[in-house]
């Protein structure tokens, strides 16, 4: 009915942005201890009083290989003393956000690079992948009838962890490219140098992008009108009559009823939107130099992005990252393979969000198509058994990447695709909230995964726009048709009858 239609629609865009609260620079230790943890955030599972620094006392996954210290401490010290990058009164609203969608009543989108880089930074760059993840959260807002939680993989995610310490060609070793954060990716000596000083360069590109966003989000760019206009443009490529063109058509009605009834839609609601911005916590050195306490309330947050992520490579319970991450009051997003046990999840959790408060963690689920019907059921099995409250979202790019012949890495659209409908009909079967989805995307028109039935990559197109400087990303319009799926889906478990 068009009054159900328009009611959903309502919900499209989330409150206008915020007014920041204002840090101060981190101080030796917090009197009130943690917002989202124990009342006193000085302890952790290694055993080891909590301070921005303290992790410098564990052992580490992944860390750089500096060759001078006296530079990675001034580097630091221009860091300690720039200012924040995000503010903590941004951070209490998202962690609302995803309270809320931990509940079942709201849905996590992140989406954007798999790594940033210095030659690619320009604007049109950050307009493109801001309004495809704004085009994905309008359709996945009206197939869910739910708020969704816009984050971006943007302003900081510039590390990447690698199997190998050394890169080697034609018999020649050299050091890994660990993301331009670290180091440059020339296969030159000087370039694979890991420098500090590169972090401060990333805060500078980080702030640029922030701005850039914080003007689309509040300056007309996000017009939901705008928005449903790029989604004709994509529904346009599909052939006539199809469920995109339907689903598409039925937004359009309840955009022109709601304004026949006379509701505003050139408010603020209809055209602002809250907009995250989140980074794998890799970089240590980086992440403790932007550590703050607010001003409000004492209590540490970590200003290089309002979410951080701990991967799967570093998430080890004895280990600095889960240590760092336990002292801040971020919400923090945890990497789970086919590999993480029951026991270890809960170990985890117990770790990071000791008094179980929605919001403040995620599980991102990379398992794989083929793993997933048999590794999930088991964690979620173990997390509803103690309780405890957790947002689940899928992240089914990463476990589907393969390499070819020719030496390129890709990821098949179709295993993408059946990932994700794995990840719901788990979800469906125990009985929990599929909360969310953590996607490498880019507003590029690249070439770099393969498939897709309104752009179909082939083989041999993989070389046309081969971009990346890490790991393949689905263009446009294979993210757009991921969240058209994905919305069917959603649609499905409201008793709506399906559209695709």
């Known amino acids: 009915a068009p009054l159900a239609l328009a009611l959903a629609a309502l919900a499209l865009v989330p409150a206008a942005a915020l007014l920041p609260t204002g840090p101060r620079l981190a101080g030796r230790s917090s009197a009130l201890g943690a917002v989202t943890g124990r009342p006193d955030a000085t302890s952790s599972a290694a055993g080891v009083e909590w301070k921005p620094d303290s992790w410098q006392k564990l052992p580490i996954k992944q860390p750089p290989n500096y060759p001078n210290q006296e530079d990675v401490d001034d580097a630091t010290d221009i860091l300690s003393r720039k200012s924040p990058l995000v503010f903590a009164g941004e951070v209490r609203k998202l962690h609302e956000g995803l309270a809320k969608a931990t509940m079942g009543n709201g849905f996590l989108l992140m989406g954007g690079d798999c790594a940033e880089s210095f030659e690619e930074f320009n604007v049109d760059h950050i307009r493109d992948t801001f309004r495809v993840i704004l085009q994905m959260a309008l359709v996945l807002t009206f197939g869910g009838s739910m708020p969704v939680v816009k984050i971006g993989r943007m302003a900081g995610q510039f590390a990447k962890p690698r199997s190998e310490p050394d890169e080697v060609i034609d018999g020649v070793a050299l050091p ?129 992005a309002h979410m951080l992520w701990v991967g799967e490579r570093t998430r080890q319970l004895d280990h600095a990252h889960i240590h760092f991450v336990q002292g801040i009051q971020n919400p923090i997003g945890i990497k789970v393979s086919d590999k993480a046990s029951p026991e270890e999840v809960i170990r985890l959790l117990d770790a990071v969000n000791p008094d179980n408060i929605p919001g403040r963690c995620v599980i991102i689920v990379r398992m794989g198509a083929e793993q997933i019907y048999s590794k999930l059921p088991t964690v979620i099995r173990a997390v509803q058994r103690e309780g405890r409250n957790v947002l689940w979202c899928s992240d089914p790019v990463h476990a589907n990447t393969i390499k070819l012949e020719s030496g390129l890495k890709t990821r098949p659209f179709e295993r993408i695709r059946a990932e994700l409908r794995a990840f719901f009909d788990v979800c469906d079967e125990m009985g929990c909230h599929p909360g969310g989805v953590h996607v490498e995307m880019t507003g590029n028109d690249v070439t770099e995964c393969l498939g897709g039935s309104v752009c179909d990559v082939t083989v041999d197109d993989l070389n046309k726009r081969y971009h990346t400087h890490c790991d393949p990303r689905l263009n446009g319009a294979q993210a757009l048709e991921l969240a058209f799926l994905i919305a069917d889906r959603m649609r499905s478990r409201q008793g709506l009858p399906p559209l695709l």
């Open 176 to 304: 890994s490219y660990r993301g331009d954060i670290i180091n440059g990716e020339d296969f030159t000596p000087e370039a694979r140098i890991h420098s500090p000083y590169r972090m401060v360069d990333a805060y500078h590109q980080s702030a640029q992008t922030l701005n850039l966003l914080r003007a689309f989000s509040t300056g007309g760019y996000a017009d939901i009108s705008r928005v449903h206009a790029w989604n004709l443009d994509f529904v346009d490529q599909t052939d006539e009559g199809s469920k995109y063109r339907e689903l598409a058509t039925k937004v359009d009605e309840s955009l022109r009823f709601m304004s026949a009834i006379g509701v505003d839609t050139q408010s603020s609601k209809f055209t602002q939107c809250d907009f995250y911005t989140a980074h794998e916590c890799l970089l240590l050195p980086y992440e403790q130099a932007l550590t703050r306490v607010d001003s409000t309330t004492g209590r540490y947050y970590d200003c290089s």
